[in-house]
């Protein structure tokens, strides 16, 4: 084999895998279609990536914790597009007629110094804490915004976990 027939053999079978994941990802996409965002994180070495998909409306938001050029990710954003395409070839639904999907990756936000970004144990218990309040009150309470009226706590026996403002007056 020459090396440019071995160069055409690898892009053939990658190209290959490439239709295998999107294949994969759009029966994913078809599993979760009563769902409005479908979340996908990755963890790399050095960051974290999440992908924040909108099958009907064709979009992907894209949220880098380092901000890197969309050219570190491309690949992966052409197999949803691939994916989304399998996905609407199969006859879901679609509340617009764009051709290839819309990717949000620009945010704008501030750029700390190093020295300013790093996390000691105090910053992660504040976290920690300030993620335990949200769920307490917005998450958890029957009157708030995020409240699952479908979840374990909406049911009859959880009432005094989920509206404790009754019991409290």
């Given at each position: 084999m020459t090396p440019e027939e071995r160069k055409a053999y690898i892009a053939q079978r990658h190209h290959e895998k490439v239709l295998d994941v999107a294949t994969y990802v759009a029966i994913a996409l078809e599993s979760t279609q009563d769902k409005e965002?479908?979340?996908a994180p990755y963890a790399f070495d050095?960051?974290?990536i999440v992908f924040l998909l909108y099958p009907k409306f064709n979009e992907d938001i894209v949220l880098d914790s380092l901000d890197k050029d969309s050219n570190t990710y491309q690949e992966f954003l052409?197999?949803?597009d691939f994916?989304?395409?399998r996905y609407y070839q199969r006859g879901r639904q679609r509340k617009n007629s764009r051709e290839r999907i819309f990717v949000r990756n620009k945010?704008?936000?501030p750029k700390f110094p190093m020295s300013e970004r790093q996390l000691d144990d105090t910053s992660i218990?504040?976290?920690q804490a300030d993620m335990c309040y949200f769920i307490h009150r917005e998450c958890a309470h029957q009157l708030r915004q995020f409240f699952d009226n479908e979840g374990?706590?909406?049911l009859w026996e959880n009432?005094?976990?989920s509206n404790w403002t009754r019991r409290i007056i």
């Open positions: 965002c479908v979340y050095d960051h974290w052409r197999i949803l994916a989304f395409k945010w704008p936000l218990q504040n976290i374990v706590l909406a009432e005094s976990l």
